[in-house]
């Protein structure tokens, strides 16, 4: 099959509990298997199986609000770690993948808790728009 139309990464949105994210830029989820790998005698190749997985992603947008300055208040007051429903949507409706899906390519991050660094505040002499990178990981996606 010739991929006269391929998916665009420009058309789609993101929501984080239900809310869209008009300020995101990119975003990306990654699905990593847990692979154990062994041996036995007389086999000259590895055996390998997938025991898990970890989810993990990024999200990247431009500074509009106080989004994740909120979520670290949120823990210091409370102590409860925040945990968020992310859904991400591809909707480019003219591309060959549509027609051989059939509909978006969408998926649904359960359980997600964000990971690493949290932007509280930034300032940069050679800055532009201020942009914000935060890392995840989710329990399940379906």
Do not use: C, H
């Not at 099959?1 to 995101?24: C, F, Q, W, Y």
């Not at 300055?69 to 993948?97: L, R």
């Not at 808790?113 to 379906?142: H, S, Y």
């Amino acid at each position: 099959m010739v991929n006269k139309r391929p998916l665009s990464m420009r058309d789609g949105t993101i929501s984080i509990d239900g809310v869209e994210v008009g300020n995101a830029s990119s975003y990306t989820v990654n699905f990593t298997p847990d692979v154990w790998s062994g041996r036995t005698l007389k086999e000259k190749g590895t055996n390998r199986r997938w025991l898990g997985y970890d989810i993990t992603g990024t999200l990247k947008t431009w500074k509009m609000n106080n989004r994740y300055k909120t979520m670290a208040a949120q823990y210091k007051a409370t102590g409860a770690t925040p945990e968020y429903t992310i859904t991400g949507t591809v909707d480019d409706t003219n591309s060959d993948y549509y027609d051989e899906v059939g509909d978006r390519d969408k998926i649904t991050l359960t359980g997600v808790v964000f990971t690493g660094d949290i932007p509280l505040l930034q300032l940069d002499v050679t800055g532009d728009a201020a942009e914000e990178q935060v890392n995840f990981g989710a329990k399940d996606f379906n």
